[in-house]
C-alpha cells in the first residue's frame, strides 16, 4: 500500500491542537513537507506569546523605554541634549501594545490560511488513537488524523492563597492591557516577567515592592548577572525588595493587602498595604481536559506532558504512536522560539527524519533597560556539569564600558560573561547584560549550536565599533588568560 492511499483514511495528515508560535510554526512546515494540515484553537490564534505576552509586553516596554530615557536630563545632557517636560498618554500606549497584537495575530493567521492549513475554531481533545474532537458553539465534531501534535501551552500560576480579582491584583494577562498605572505595585517573583513590568512601571512612574520567596532577587540567572541587575535595574529605581518571604495571603481591593511570611519557618513577619499587586510567579501547563486518558496517557504531578527526544508522548516510558507534544506543555524551555523549534523537530520526525532540538544553544532574554540576554549554562551549573564530566570550568567577562559604541550611545553599563571549559576552551554559557543584549547573544548561541571553543573564537573579526566586540573582547581575554 502505497503511501497516498494511507493518507486517504484519515481526514489530515497532521491535525495541530493550540494554535500558538508551536503550533503555528509546526502548521508552517509541515505544509512545506507536503502534509495536509488543520490547527484547532480555542481562543485567539497566537497564543501567549502573541496575546497576553512576548508581543504586547515588548510594546509595553519599547514605549515606557523611551519615556525613561526622556526623562533622565543627566544622560541626555551628557549628549549635550536638552528636552523640556516630558508627559505620557496612558491609553495610547495600551493602544500600541493592542495595535501590534491585532497586526501580528493577523499576519500570524493569514499566513497559515495563504499556505491551505485548515483553522478550526474551538476545544480540541484527543478521543483516541489517530482521533480529534472539537466542541463549538454548534456541537462537537471528529476528525481523524495520521499524526497529533499538542501544543497547548501555558497560563500565569497563581500560588494558593493569592486571590486574583484582574483589577488590584492581577497576572500579566491582565497586566499588559495597562488599564490604569498604580502609585505603588507589589511584584511577587523576580524572573525576568517581575523585571520586565518593574522597568515599565517605574519608567512610568509607580512605586515597585519587589517580593521574593528565595534567598536571591533573579534566581534563575547567573549569579554575576543578577548582582549587576541588582545595581543597575534595581537599586537606582523606585523599587524596594524582600527576599526570602512568601506572599501567603493576598486579599484584592483599595488597598490590597498582603502578609508576608518568612519563606522557611512560614510565620508572618509584616502586612504591605499597597494599589496593587502582579503575581509573577511563573506558569504552569494548560493540559487539563485534553482527552489524554483516552490514549492512557498521564501528565507529571505539575500538569506537564511527557515526551522522548523526538518529541513522541510518553505512557509509562513509552512513546505513543502518532502522537506528539511541543511547547510550555511540555516544560522543557518555556520560551515562544523553543516552542517552534520544538514543532518543527516534531513534523521532521513525523516525516522519518530523525531530528532533536539542542536546548543548551537556545537563548533567552529579558527586555529590561538594558537588557539580559544568556544561553547555555550559568556558571554554577557548567560547573556542576564539570564535575560529573570531569573537566574544570573557566569564566570570563567583559565590560561595555571599555565599549566605543557604548560610550558613544552613553550607554557604557553592562557585562559580557562567557563560561567555557578549560581543557579545549569550548563555549559552555555566555550572559549578557548591557544595551542591546538580546541582539548580540546570538552570536554566541550559534557558536554554542556548532560547540565551538573560544581558541576558533578568537580568530574571528568583528566590526569596528561596534557592540558585537563586547564578545570580542571577552573571548581575547579567555584566551590570553590560559
Not at 210 to 239: C, G, N, S
Not at 241 to 267: C, Q, R
Not at 373 to 395: D, M, N, Q
Not at 414 to 427: F, N
Request: with cysteine.
Amino acid at each position: 500500500m502505497s503511501e497516498m492511499d494511507v493518507s486517504q483514511e484519515f481526514d489530515y495528515d497532521l491535525v495541530i491542537i493550540g494554535a500558538g508560535v508551536g503550533g503555528h510554526g509546526a502548521a508552517l512546515h509541515a505544509v512545506s513537507c507536503g502534509l495536509k494540515t488543520a490547527i484547532i484553537e480555542a481562543s485567539e490564534m497566537g497564543g501567549t506569546c502573541v496575546n497576553r505576552g512576548c508581543i504586547p509586553s515588548k510594546a509595553l516596554l519599547a514605549a515606557s523605554g523611551r519615556v525613561r530615557e526622556l526623562r533622565n536630563t543627566h544622560h541626555l545632557q551628557a549628549l549635550g541634549i536638552q528636552v523640556g517636560d516630558v508627559a505620557f498618554d496612558r491609553q495610547a500606549i495600551a493602544n500600541h501594545a493592542n495595535n501590534l497584537v491585532s497586526k501580528i495575530r493577523g499576519d500570524l493567521t493569514n499566513s497559515l490560511k495563504r499556505l491551505g492549513v485548515d483553522i478550526i475554531q474551538g476545544w480540541g481533545k484527543v478521543a483516541g488513537q489517530q482521533k480529534v474532537t472539537v466542541t463549538t458553539d454548534s456541537g462537537e465534531k471528529t476528525f481523524t488524523a495520521k499524526d497529533i501534535i499538542l501544543s497547548t501551552g501555558s497560563v500565569p500560576f497563581v500560588p494558593p492563597g493569592i486571590e486574583i480579582d484582574g483589577k488590584t491584583v492581577f497576572t500579566s494577562d491582565d497586566a499588559l492591557k495597562l488599564d490604569w498605572i498604580p502609585d505603588w505595585v507589589a511584584i511577587i517573583g523576580s524572573g525576568y516577567i517581575g523585571l520586565e513590568f518593574s522597568d515599565v512601571y517605574t519608567a512610568l512612574g509607580s512605586e515597585i515592592t519587589m517580593i521574593e520567596a528565595l534567598d536571591q532577587l533573579m534566581p534563575t540567572f547567573d549569579p554575576d548577572i543578577a548582582k549587576l541587575a541588582t545595581r543597575v535595574l534595581i537599586t537606582p529605581r523606585d523599587i524596594e525588595t524582600h527576599v526570602g518571604v512568601l506572599a501567603m495571603k493576598v486579599t484584592p481591593g483599595t488597598p490590597v493587602v498582603i502578609e508576608l511570611a518568612d519563606a522557611k519557618t512560614k510565620e508572618v513577619v509584616d502586612v504591605l498595604e499597597v494599589d496593587a499587586c502582579l503575581v509573577a510567579t511563573g506558569r504552569i501547563p494548560a493540559t487539563k481536559n485534553l482527552g489524554l486518558d483516552a490514549v492512557g496517557v498521564e501528565t507529571d504531578r505539575r500538569g506537564f506532558i511527557s515526551v522522548d527526544e523526538t518529541m513522541a508522548v510518553l505512557s509509562s516510558g513509552e512513546p505513543v504512536p502518532h502522537l506528539w507534544a511541543i511547547g510550555d506543555a511540555i516544560g522543557q524551555l518555556m520560551l515562544a522560539h523553543a516552542a517552534s523549534a520544538q514543532g518543527v523537530a516534531a513534523v521532521e520526525n513525523i516525516c522519518g527524519r530523525h531530528r532533536t532540538v539542542d536546548y543548551r544553544s537556545i537563548p533567552a532574554a529579558a527586555f529590561t533597560h538594558p537588557e539580559i540576554s544568556y544561553v547555555g549554562f550559568t556558571e554554577p551549573a557548567a560547573k556542576e556539569l564539570g564535575e560529573k564530566e570531569g573537566f574544570e570550568v573557566a569564566s570570563v567577562k567583559s565590560y561595555f564600558k571599555g565599549n566605543s559604541k557604548a560610550i558613544a550611545e552613553g550607554e557604557a553599563e553592562g557585562i559580557a560573561k562567557v563560561i567555557y571549559r578549560r581543557d579545549t576552551g569550548e563555549v559552555l554559557g555566555v550572559h549578557i547584560l548591557g544595551i542591546h543584549a538580546s541582539d548580540l547573544i546570538h552570536e554566541a548561541s550559534n557558536a554554542i549550536a556548532l560547540r565551538q571553543s573560544i581558541n576558533t573564537l578568537v580568530t574571528l573579526v568583528h566590526a569596528h565599533p561596534t557592540l558585537s566586540e563586547v564578545l570580542d573582547d571577552a573571548y581575547k581575554r579567555a584566551v590570553g588568560s590560559h
